[in-house]
C-alpha cells in the first residue's frame, strides 16, 4: 500500500504495449525511507572513555614529587662533591629541624597528658620529665636569637651569629657530630675548672662544724679527693647529716661555694647570691626526681645516648666512656641519690665533684 501510495503521487502509469518511465528517484528514496526503521529521537550518543579526576591528579602529584626527589638527590650529590662542608651543614640543619619538629610534638603529647590526668612533673615517667627538662633549657638558649631576629633585616646579623658561635647560640639539634663531641668536651672543661673551688669551699666549710668526728672524716675525705682517690658511696652516705644543717646546708654555704657549684650545674653566676642559692636549689632537686624517675625505669633500659647524656647531666664527661663504664657509675650515683632528702640536697650538688672528678683515673 505504501508503494502504491508512493506510485500515485508521481507520474500516471502508461498502460500499453512497451516499457514505461518507472518511478522517479526522489519517490524511491522517499519509500525506502518508510520501510527503514527510523532512529530513535535526540541526539546520537557517541561512546566516551571515563576518565577520573582524582586518579589524573594522584599521578600529576606522583610525578611531580618524583622528579623533585631526583632533582634533590642530584643537587645533594653534586653539593656533597663540590663543597663537602656546606653539604655537612645542610644535611645536619634539614636533620636538625625534622628533629625538633618531632620534639615539639613530643612535647605537646606530654603536656596534654599531664593536663587531662591531672599530673605532676614529678609523676611522669623518666623520658616524659627528662625531655621537658631539655627541651625547656633548649628554649631559654634560643631565646636571645629569637630576640635579635625580631627587627627588620636582622636575619643576616644572625646568620652571621650562628655561623661564627654556633656553641653560643644553636641549640644540640644543630651541632654536627663533630660538633657534638668538641662542645662537650668544652663545657665539661669549663666546667672541671670550678672544681678546685668547690673542694676548697668545702674543706674550708669543715673547720667550721661542731663535731669533732664528722669534721676530721670531711676533711680527710676531701684530701683524698684531691689527691686523686674516688670516694666510695658508703664514705658519703656516713657524712650525709652534714649537708642538712649549718654551715653545709645550701642556704648556708658561702657565696664562692655557691658560685663554684652554679657553674658546675652550668647556671649563670651574675646574679645575687639569694637567687643563686634558689636556682641551684631548684636544680639540685630536679636532678633528684629525674634520679627516682629513673631508679624506677632501670638504668638498664636506657639506650646508649640516653645512658651518657644522663652521666653528662650528673658530672661526669662520658663523650669518652663505654656503656659499661657509664652505666657503673650512674649505678653509684643512684645509690647515693636515691637516699637523700630535700634537706640534704646539698650533698648531692657537692657530689657531681666528688664522684666524678676522678672516676676515669680510677677506671685507668
Request: charged share 20%; glycine share 6%.
Amino acid at each position: 500500500m505504501a508503494l502504491s501510495r508512493v506510485g500515485c503521487r508521481g507520474p500516471l502509469w502508461r498502460f500499453g504495449p512497451g516499457p514505461g518511465p518507472g518511478p522517479g528517484p526522489a519517490a524511491l528514496s522517499r519509500a525506502r525511507g518508510l520501510l527503514e526503521p527510523r532512529p530513535a529521537r535526540g541526539k546520537p550518543r557517541v561512546p566516551t572513555r571515563c576518565l577520573s579526576t582524582k586518579t589524573g591528579a594522584r599521578s600529576l602529584v606522583a610525578a611531580v614529587t618524583s622528579a623533585a626527589k631526583r632533582l634533590h638527590g642530584r643537587s645533594e650529590r653534586f653539593l656533597g662533591r663540590t663543597f663537602p662542608r656546606c653539604h655537612l651543614l645542610y644535611v645536619t640543619f634539614t636533620k636538625g629541624v625534622q628533629e625538633l619538629l618531632q620534639e615539639v610534638t613530643e612535647i605537646r603529647k606530654i603536656r596534654v597528658k599531664m593536663a587531662q590526668q591531672s599530673l605532676s612533673v614529678r609523676q611522669l615517667p623518666y623520658r616524659d620529665m627528662e625531655r621537658l627538662r631539655q627541651f625547656r633549657r633548649d628554649l631559654l638558649k634560643a631565646l636571645p636569637v629569637a630576640i635579635i631576629a625580631v627587627p627588620p633585616f636582622a636575619n643576616f646579623l644572625v646568620i652571621i651569629l650562628l655561623y661564627f658561635f654556633p656553641r653560643q647560640l644553636l641549640i644540640r639539634y644543630f651541632w654536627t657530630p663533630s660538633q657534638q663531641v668538641e662542645f662537650l668536651d668544652t663545657y665539661d672543661s669549663m666546667r672541671r675548672g670550678s672544681y678546685p673551688a668547690v673542694l676548697e669551699s668545702l674543706a674550708l666549710a669543715a673547720r667550721s662544724l661542731p663535731q669533732q668526728q664528722l669534721q676530721q672524716q670531711l676533711q680527710e675525705l676531701c684530701t683524698e679527693v684531691q689527691r686523686g682517690s674516688h670516694p666510695p658511696v658508703a664514705e658519703l652516705c656516713a657524712l650525709r647529716s652534714l649537708f642538712s644543717g649549718s654551715p653545709l646546708a645550701l642556704n648556708r654555704l658561702q657565696g664562692s661555694h655557691v658560685k663554684a657549684l652554679s657553674r658546675v650545674l652550668f647556671l649563670t653566676t651574675h646574679l645575687p647570691t639569694f637567687f643563686l642559692r634558689h636556682r641551684l636549689r631548684s636544680h639540685v632537686l630536679e636532678i633528684g626526681h629525674l634520679d627516682r624517675a629513673l631508679l624506677r625505669l632501670g638504668v638498664g633500659q636506657l639506650s646508649e645516648e640516653e645512658l651518657k647524656a644522663a652521666c653528662y647531666l650528673r658530672g661526669l664527661n662520658s663523650t669518652h666512656l663505654g656503656v659499661a663504664e657509664c652505666r657503673a657509675w650512674l649505678e653509684q650515683w643512684l645509690g647515693l641519690s636515691c637516699k637523700l632528702q630535700a634537706s640534704e640536697a646539698s650533698l648531692l650538688a657537692n657530689s657531681m665533684v666528688l664522684l666524678s672528678l676522678n672516676y676515669l683515673r680510677a677506671k685507668e
